[in-house]
């Protein structure tokens, strides 16, 4: 089945966080996707982590260049989802950005996997979306 993988998941593939061995074992499995809006949102991130000296720029570089170019993810366009996700986060009452990654899943029927523990929750608490759900 093909899983969907959004920022708290690629982030565990090029920092050194807790749960990067379950977010490395998804690599070379089954099929992985995302948005392409996923590329923006770890840029801003590495960028955060860089300004707050917990990377340097040069690593914040290199790891959405890693993220950009690993094998077996596939980046979706991202505008065919808003609406979805807009509908997502309104019924859902979490961010647009998280419910784009959900749009996507529901869409291709997939399975987001999430280490926001807090999305994953409130997401997998509804039963109709719960099948679409699982935290790393």
Do not use: H
């Amino acid at each position: 089945m093909t899983r969907v993988v959004d920022c708290s998941v690629a982030l565990k593939w090029i920092l050194f966080e807790e749960g990067r061995d379950a977010a490395l074992a998804l690599i070379g499995g089954e099929p992985l996707i995302a948005p392409d809006f996923l590329k923006l949102e770890i840029a801003n991130v590495l960028a955060m982590k860089a300004r707050r000296g917990m990377i340097t720029p040069s690593g914040a570089i290199a790891g959405l260049r890693e993220v950009s170019r690993l094998p077996g993810l596939t980046f979706r366009p991202t505008p065919p989802y808003v609406e979805a996700a807009q509908g997502l986060a309104l019924e859902l009452e979490q961010t647009a950005y998280d419910c784009l990654y959900l749009a996507l899943a529901v869409a291709e029927g997939a399975v987001l996997v999430t280490a926001d523990m807090a999305f994953g929750r409130a997401v997998a608490a509804r039963p109709e979306y719960a099948g679409y759900v699982a935290t790393l």
